[in-house]
């Protein structure tokens, strides 16, 4: 039913919610000596591609007629790689040069910047003043945070103004992000069945394809950063180093 659906769909989000804020503590702790941000987060967008193992048990190991990649779903895989990905490394760096407090409210904020580009982008999606009022109070509440926290510090990062520019870039990215996904959803992943286990099938082969295409395209960025001398490449040889990237990919 709707309301069963609306309940299960705010579950999701708070555990959402939980995760971010879990994983803006964590991950500092993680990298306080492997601090490779733009590895790590090549290794967690890589593992979406593990989700085919999970697709191809709900359709019993049969892929005959359950999926037909075309190269218009490749090429929006691509992009939805890119938007996810890039944005979450900015968030990553922002990690070790703002406080969680301030970082988690701004990023928390993507959703402000996903109902605008809601509004400018799918159709029939129309704005309400309730809509408009809670984008207020959310930027309001932001504001305040940041204001209240400016020149604060922890034991392990202080805020700084290029961390508000990453923490910014990330969420507009992130914002951006749930739209695309949306509208290449609809397009491209849609099943023309409309059980609930065909719906789940096709979001899960998109991410699937996010992953394998995270892989294959994303790591000439660890080269040009090894040799800007930004991130050198190296890799995780201690316990906790390695730790420090199957934590992050698993609570992803």
Not at 183 to 195: E, L, M, R, Y
């Amino acid at each position: 039913s709707t309301s069963f659906e609306k309940i299960g769909g705010g579950i999701c989000a708070l555990i959402c919610i939980l995760t971010w804020v879990a994983m803006s503590e964590v991950i500092p702790l993680l990298q306080s000596n492997y601090t490779k941000p733009y590895f790590l987060r090549y290794c967690v967008g890589s593992t979406y591609s593990l989700m085919i193992i999970v697709w191809l048990l709900l359709n019993k190991c049969k892929c005959k007629d359950k999926i037909q990649i075309t190269y218009p779903m490749i090429w929006s895989s691509f992009w939805l790689s890119m938007l996810y990905n890039l944005p979450a490394y900015a968030w990553y760096l922002s990690l070790n040069n703002t406080i969680p407090a301030i970082n988690d409210t701004m990023y928390q904020s993507s959703v402000c910047v996903a109902y605008i580009f809601s509004v400018l982008l799918l159709p029939n999606y129309s704005m309400t003043w309730m809509k408009n009022f809670s984008v207020i109070f959310c930027m309001i509440g932001v504001g305040l945070i940041g204001f209240g926290t400016s020149g604060q510090s922890d034991k392990n990062a202080k805020n700084t103004w290029y961390g508000y520019v990453e923490v910014f870039i990330s969420l507009i990215g992130y914002g951006l992000l749930e739209v695309y996904i949306a509208i290449v959803g609809k397009k491209h992943f849609t099943s023309p069945s409309d059980s609930k286990l065909d719906k789940i099938n096709s979001k899960l082969f998109m991410e699937v394809m996010m992953g394998i295409l995270c892989f294959f395209t994303l790591w000439p960025g660890i080269l040009i950063l090894t040799w800007t001398g930004v991130e050198t490449f190296e890799l995780p040889t201690k316990q906790e180093d390695i730790l420090s990237i199957v934590i992050p990919a698993l609570m992803d």
